[in-house]
């Protein structure tokens, strides 16, 4: 059902899990031990009723299927493994340095490209205060 929808739908789910994803940890600060598979389904569906247009572009008798939910569950698994194992580029490696050395402060541990993008917002923000 999922790999039948139009691209442009099937882009529109993916970027909505990332970004559901992305706010979700950021709201836990990264805290990986604090993740919860409910937590995150209810951040997902909060944004996709605030954000995201998709849901408006799939029939109804798709959107209540319990296939359909099933194959989305499996890429939501599917695209949150690709995250967490996207390792962040040498850019935001020297970024996070270079800031920890302004700062004065611990190099944070961080394992994926969205982490380290997390780290550098938040050790940019210290550096505005």
Excluded at 66 to 84: C, G, R, S, V, W
């Amino acid at each position: 059902m999922l790999k039948n929808l139009p691209r442009g739908t099937k882009i529109s789910i993916t970027n909505s899990i990332k970004t559901a994803f992305e706010l979700y940890m950021r709201n836990l600060e990264w805290d990986l031990e604090a993740y919860s598979w409910d937590g995150f389904l209810a951040e997902w569906k909060s944004y996709n009723e605030l954000n995201a247009s998709w849901q408006s572009t799939v029939e109804e008798s798709i959107l209540n299927s319990e296939q359909f939910h099933q194959e989305l569950a499996i890429k939501m698994n599917e695209d949150i493994t690709k995250m967490l194992n996207d390792d962040p580029t040498e850019d935001q490696i020297q970024q996070i340095e270079q800031l920890v050395k302004q700062l004065n402060v611990e190099d944070p541990s961080y394992s994926c490209k969205l982490e380290a993008k997390y780290h550098i917002e938040r050790l940019q923000l210290m550096q505005t205060v």
